[in-house]
């Protein structure tokens, strides 16, 4: 029994592995932390020292996040990821410039800009404050150990074609691509890397598509909840308590379609002040027990729209909703009893 158990654990381990390195390979097929290689990673010592910086940030924030920050909203984890980040960065960035400042003036205003790496923020709140400690201990390493190889062969192959030297070493070639060094060089050899990685998961895991890398649905979903946080928070007229709601679960298309819903009944609203003229001088004409009628459907609503309020779990959105069918039903009321008084 427990042989089963270690090797659902050994394979579901190896699964999290392949798809945080190979299939969501942070820097080949979702872009992530981009900037910092075209800019930095010109040399392989360059490159060495920032796959050395994003492994440690990684490796931080994601067991703390894991640990401590799964019940802290969203608006809140974010900043702390950027806080731990500058943290970490920041002595890093007083030690290279007190010790090693031709490596200081080669990252430039980038070394600092390491604390904010957006690469911390999507796995922190993709997998950190969804999983368990080790889990993210586990993805922090591996995509650590993807982008660093990534970075370094990147760093290496800008070094050596276009400076001819490995490390500072020479190396005798015929020819130097002086262009490497620039920003459009790293860029075209993280383009090849990315090609050949893609060629690779569509032969050996093909219903494993790497384009599924791009899907933006985890970031409006989260973006989504955030905003309803903030509503939630900030921007509570119903006084509604912080348990979830009904408002909370609403989606885009039931937003749009009451919002539709209430154009219509605006434009509707306006004919029924355009005929009320009309309808008040026919009232006048109707027998008593016409009027005994209304009075007594009027309470009725009035009492039934009492019960509605009282309900424990219901939102503004709800109330608004079923003003509205109150309201079509009003409407189609009076409609019908102007008919029946012109009949007469």
Same mark, same amino acid.
């Given at each position: 029994?427990?042989?089963?158990?270690?090797?659902?654990?050994?394979?579901?381990?190896?699964? %999290?592995?392949?798809?945080?390195?190979?299939?969501?390979?942070?820097?080949?097929?979702?872009?992530?932390?981009?900037?910092?290689?075209?800019?930095?990673?010109?040399?392989?010592?360059?490159?060495?020292?920032?796959?050395?910086?994003?492994?440690?940030?990684?490796?931080?924030?994601?067991?703390?996040?894991?640990?401590?920050?799964?019940?802290?909203?969203?608006?809140?984890?974010?900043?702390?990821?950027?806080?731990? $980040?500058?943290?970490?960065?920041?002595?890093?960035?007083?030690?290279?410039?007190?010790?090693?400042?031709?490596? +200081?003036?080669?990252?430039?205003?980038?070394?600092?800009? %390491?604390?904010?790496?957006?690469?911390?923020?999507?796995?922190?709140?993709?997998?950190?404050?969804?999983? +368990?400690?080790?889990?993210?201990?586990?993805?922090?390493?591996?995509?650590?150990?993807?982008?660093?190889?990534?970075?370094?062969?990147?760093?290496?192959?800008?070094?050596?074609?276009?400076?001819?030297?490995?490390?500072?070493? &020479?190396?005798?070639?015929?020819?130097?691509?002086?262009?490497?060094?620039?920003?459009?060089?790293?860029?075209?050899?993280?383009?090849?890397?990315?090609?050949?990685?893609?060629?690779?998961?569509?032969? !050996?895991?093909?219903?494993?598509?790497?384009?599924?890398?791009?899907?933006?649905?985890?970031?409006?979903?989260?973006?989504?909840?955030?905003?309803?946080?903030? %509503?939630?928070?900030?921007?509570?007229?119903?006084?509604?308590?912080?348990?979830?709601? &009904? &408002?909370?679960?609403?989606?885009?298309?039931?937003?749009?379609?009451?919002?539709?819903? !209430?154009?219509?009944?605006?434009?509707?609203?306006?004919?029924? !002040?355009?005929?009320?003229?009309?309808?008040?001088?026919?009232?006048?004409?109707?027998? !008593?027990?016409?009027?005994?009628?209304?009075?007594?459907?009027?309470?009725?609503?009035?009492?039934?729209?009492?019960?509605?309020?009282?309900?424990?779990?219901?939102?503004?959105?709800?109330?608004?909703?079923?003003?509205?069918?109150?309201?079509?039903?009003?409407?189609?009321?009076?409609?019908?009893?102007?008919?029946? $008084?012109?009949?007469?």
């Amino acid at each position: 029994m427990k042989s089963k158990v270690n090797a659902t654990e050994r394979m579901k381990n190896l699964r %999290m592995i392949r798809t945080s390195a190979v299939i969501r390979n942070p820097l080949l097929l979702e872009a992530v932390g981009l900037c910092p290689v075209v800019a930095i990673a010109s040399t392989l010592k360059a490159a060495v020292f920032l796959a050395l910086i994003t492994a440690l940030e990684l490796i931080v924030c994601e067991t703390l996040a894991s640990r401590f920050l799964k019940n802290v909203k969203r608006y809140v984890r974010v900043p702390v990821y950027f806080l731990t $980040g500058t943290v970490i960065v920041y002595p890093i960035m007083y030690l290279v410039t007190r010790f090693v400042p031709s490596l +200081s003036l080669e990252f430039g205003v980038f070394l600092p800009l %390491m604390a904010v790496n957006s690469l911390l923020a999507l796995h922190c709140e993709r997998v950190a404050v969804k999983r +368990s400690v080790k889990d993210s201990f586990i993805d922090a390493v591996s995509v650590s150990v993807s982008y660093g190889a990534v970075t370094v062969l990147t760093g290496f192959l800008r070094e050596i074609l276009g400076n001819g030297t490995v490390s500072g070493t &020479a190396v005798n070639l015929p020819v130097k691509f002086s262009v490497m060094l620039t920003p459009f060089g790293g860029l075209l050899i993280l383009g090849f890397c990315a090609a050949l990685l893609k060629f690779y998961i569509y032969r !050996k895991y093909p219903q494993s598509s790497p384009d599924r890398a791009f899907n933006t649905s985890e970031v409006r979903s989260s973006l989504r909840g955030s905003l309803r946080e903030l %509503m939630n928070d900030d921007f509570n007229p119903y006084d509604e308590g912080e348990e979830g709601t &009904a &408002a909370d679960s609403l989606t885009d298309a039931d937003s749009l379609y009451k919002f539709r819903r !209430k154009q219509s009944e605006n434009s509707e609203k306006k004919k029924i !002040k355009a005929e009320k003229s009309k309808k008040e001088e026919k009232k006048n004409k109707k027998p !008593k027990k016409e009027k005994n009628k209304n009075t007594e459907s009027k309470i009725r609503k009035n009492d039934a729209a009492e019960k509605l309020n009282s309900a424990a779990e219901r939102t503004y959105l709800d109330d608004f909703s079923d003003m509205l069918t109150d309201l079509e039903n009003y409407k189609q009321k009076e409609h019908n009893g102007t008919e029946g $008084g012109d009949g007469e």
